[in-house]
């Protein structure tokens, strides 16, 4: 009664007043729970990839395949890792270029979702001031800004009815940049949801070739060396993108500077010269679900003398995860598939490797790689007894066996 008499006590003028004054409230109040959940859900997935609890889908495989039938089609998700931006730190001329080549995968119609693992954030840490602070939270906002920079720079808006920045899932880092093994073990995680992953390094970009990877038979692991980037070769859908984002300057530096960095480095088509070279990784992820060995992942350091893990950026990393992906896995085939999925470096800056190689692989400043054993050599090494020629296959090597690729 007494609720009811307190009820009939507030006049229609006031309730109209009382109500939007609580949907307001009630609006602020689960915006900054989102915010909260979304960063907690973030941060609990990587912990569930820290602790392998990967949970993956146990359909088995077909062996035949319609790709006509809409609920055959695979779900194709890219998986890269990026570093966070602090408003302290010095912008790199690289961090442009990656940014434009993540756009240009979040725009292709043919890859799904879009995951960035991005290391080095601070939202957790209480030594930080809050202003100072990274994470997620703030790489989605600078790609939405980016977003809007291109959408007002270039001349396509064809963005196939859907927000492409919905494609885009980010995952916080706490613990740095992570190695080679765990970015495998990061693409089994139950945030990527994609059939097939596509693992690559940040500052490749993909064509409309990367459709195929969509058909990719469960068997085959690719990897692909990249086509490199110039204003005749890559396809203007692609290079559009670093136009908007990066700028044209390297269109007069294409023409009138004869340096050997120019000759031999971003402009080089890496498919042609050197099909032992590749930055992009291609697999079903059931093909590798508890098939990883972290030690395959590992050399002794020169220093220490412990088994230390190596990174996607260092010299020599591709070569000796293949080797590892070869004791590892049940990939019946690799290829290097660059003349059938091509990919663009968006990398025209000065290049830089991981800062462990100089004072773990090696005791001088030269030049050093990760150490052998290494996959993808013209001669294996010798395991087990056998030495044999080693994946990848040279180019085109896919027509000479049953296919890559479903039809």
């Not at 695979?74 to 730190?89: E, N």
């Not at 054993?373 to 296959?393: E, I, L």
Request: proline fraction near 4%.
């Amino acid at each position: 009664m007494i609720l009811h008499h307190r009820s009939n006590s507030i006049q229609p003028s006031q309730r109209r007043k009382v109500i939007p004054s609580l949907f307001v409230i009630g609006f602020f109040l689960g915006v900054t729970f989102f915010s909260h959940q979304l960063e907690n859900n973030l941060d609990h997935q990587l912990l569930d990839t820290r602790n392998n609890a990967l949970r993956l889908s146990s359909s088995p495989w077909s062996s035949t395949h319609n790709f006509d039938d809409a609920d055959d089609v695979k779900k194709v998700s890219y998986v890269t890792s990026f570093w966070a931006k602090t408003p302290q730190t010095k912008i790199h001329p690289h961090r442009r270029e990656i940014e434009a080549a993540l756009l240009a995968n979040i725009y292709n119609p043919h890859i799904d979702q879009v995951v960035v693992f991005l290391d080095g954030v601070t939202s957790g840490d209480d030594n930080v001031e809050e202003e100072f602070k990274s994470s997620c939270v703030h790489f989605y906002q600078d790609m939405a800004e980016i977003n809007r920079q291109f959408l007002q720079r270039s001349a396509s808006s064809n963005t196939h009815g859907v927000d492409p920045m919905s494609k885009v899932t980010c995952v916080n880092v706490i613990t740095g940049q992570p190695t080679y093994h765990q970015m495998f073990l990061n693409a089994l995680s139950n945030v990527v949801t994609g059939d097939i992953v596509i693992m690559a390094n940040a500052d490749m970009a993909f064509d409309d070739s990367i459709s195929k990877a969509r058909k990719l038979k469960e068997d085959v692991l690719l990897v692909l060396g990249t086509r490199g980037f110039s204003m005749d070769a890559t396809p203007a859908s692609t290079r559009q993108f670093y136009d908007a984002i990066v700028g044209t300057e390297y269109m007069n530096n294409n023409v009138n500077d004869n340096s050997e960095r120019h000759k031999k480095d971003w402009d080089v088509d890496q498919c042609k010269v050197n099909p032992w070279s590749w930055d992009t990784w291609i697999f079903h992820k059931e093909s590798i679900h508890g098939q990883l060995q972290e030690e395959h992942f590992q050399r002794p350091s020169i220093t220490s003398h412990e088994m230390t893990s190596f990174y996607m950026n260092e010299n020599g990393a591709e070569n000796a995860a293949l080797w590892a992906m070869e004791q590892s896995s049940n990939f019946a085939t690799t290829y290097n598939a660059c003349d059938e999925i091509q990919t663009w470096s968006f990398h025209l800056t000065f290049r830089t490797h991981h800062s462990q190689g100089k004072s773990v692989w090696s005791k001088n400043g030269d030049r050093v790689y990760i150490p052998k054993p290494w996959g993808g050599t013209k001669k294996r090494p010798v395991f087990n007894g056998v030495r044999k020629d080693s994946p990848p296959y040279p180019p085109k090597w896919c027509e000479r066996e049953n296919g890559c690729f479903f039809d």
